[in-house]
């Protein structure tokens, strides 16, 4: 996994609450057999007309948020079905980043396996956010290490996050191999409680 | 000893590894997979050179992209692929399968307690939000993504911060008439999408009790729509009367052992949570969803609401884009709604009391002039047994569609769809944009509210509907 350390780049405002991810990913993109390639439907109900066109009505359509990496969003982004298809193609459409007020915990923890940094901000935090990037183009600087996000003018904020989490995006780990470092402890748990 | 919850005690029994700053590390006792979510986990295990770990204690089918009539031959090629691939990664790896063939195939939800493999203080995880079905159990059930499958599949095991615990108590007695699935879109209305984050869920209260083991799985198969984590209900002898006899659960001596392990884990007298909500099962009426969340739900004798009613800004704005996608206007009554789709299935409702709940409402009537309903069993064990009984013939004779086992129209990632603009009174969990097709229009009912829409050709309380009972 690609590691995020530090991120600067234009934000994409979504002002809506519970945002599940069957908007994010709609089902009839599920059928692939690969983790990529998913970008081009992300949105897809909202993104395109009918006939195929862009909806230039939806927001990350509008050509100030066109090349968006950090997402912003309202309450419960994420909820819905696990589809790790959505964080698939957030990833694969640019988006590195994603502040809303809550979200839905499946898809908080399906982010960090994907290189995507989920932030909770207060809500009037991110209602701000949201009045400066909603019809300009507004960029951010993401810092995990420092766990800071900053812009241009001044503004500065700080966000909590779980030191493990931060860690697997920091480094890009391989989850799998870093359990695989405790394969005694779970062969000694599968030796005395299920026998 | 602190008296502990279920939650906990689950919590404590798996936990292989627990240092400071970094969650614990779960055992996990059975992985069930599908064919949408579990391709590019069986692929990650090949490009790594790794095997299952524990193939004894995983569990596939095919239950999302399968048709529910000419299953012989599958049109949709990139279907058909996900579905082959399940079969060669399961052959590969050695994974029992329930395929399209199986006569225990059906959907994963459906078909894990059929099986017995879903028991009291098991941790039972599946890349599928509804899991949380099985806690009906007094498991802990969760859904999980890909990348997760990947690690149960290669570990056996997962890292998850400790859960918060939540008591969801429904004190008192049901009304006659109100079912499982009013019980849990009332508690979702009454307390939000969102009010479970975090936490597992347990489910209380004299009203749960009095349920079935089908009723119970209804309610904890959506705690997903409340947002948390999973829910769950503590063993009783309910659960151990359905367990009896099923296909993986012990016999006799070996039987009585398990059923004393089971009943350890119910939570002790006087354990407590960390948040504790009510509700009142007698204030409980029919419901019908309006809008396109699981909360936006009203009793069928209620009224579609104004954005002027909305406590907040982003809720005014949320009644407005639903009322949009919905096509209803404020002050609209339920029943004056006429649908033109009934679906009764999915994980939430397609058990086989589900089906005779149903088949009373149809038994000597007829769907509605311009409505077109189907029942979709959950499992191929269902169907069999709904046919045994004649409840395919009932449906028949009233003019429902009579299916074969699968997700169906929950979420139409098979041929089943409702069309663009339409209107869908089902059974299923999620009323979401798009759900059942693009710009589709979906009502969540119980199976029974479902049956009467469908006869009667928009929402009508089912108490005051004939029934005839089927069993």
Redesign the interface.
Known sequence: MEPLVTLKGNTGVL????I?T??II???F??????TGFGQFLFF?WRFNADGSDNENFELNQPHAKDASILIA???FG??????HA?WALNDYGFRVVIAP?F???FY??CF??GILPIRLPEDEVYALMEKGRDAIYELTVDLENQKITDDGGFETSFEI???LKGMLLNGWD??SL??Q??N??ES??KE?QA | MKPKTIIEKIWDHHTVKSEADRPDLMYIDLHMVHEVTSPQAFEGLRLAGRKVRRPDLTFATMDHNVPTKNRESITDLVAKKQMETLSTNCEEFGVEIADINSPNNGIVHVIGPELGLTQPGKTIVCGDSHTSTHGAFGALAFGIGTSEVEHVLATQSLWQSRPKTMEVRVNGRLAEGITAKDIILAIISKFGVDFGTGHVMEYTGEAIKGLTMEERMTICNMSIEAGARAGLISPDQVTVDYLKGRRNVPEGEAFEEKVSEWMSFATDKDATYDSVVEIDAAEIEPMVTWGTNPAQGVSVHGQVPSPEDAMSGPERKAIEQSLEYMGLEPGTKITDIEVEHVFIGSCTNSRISDLREAAAVAKGQKVADGVRAMVVPGSMSVKKMAEQEGLDDIFRAAGFDWREAGCSMCLSMNPDFVPEGERCASTSNRNFEGRQGKGARTHLVSPAMAAAAAVNGKFADVRDLERSPVS
């Open positions: 002002p809506r609450v519970n599940d069957d908007q709609p089902k009839q599920l059928k692939r057999v690969e983790r109900d309202d309450h419960n909820c819905g079905s696990s589809r790790e964080p809550s839905a915990d499946i923890n399906n396996k994907n779980d030191p493990y989850e799998i359990t695989l405790y394969e402890e779970i748990y599968e409680v």
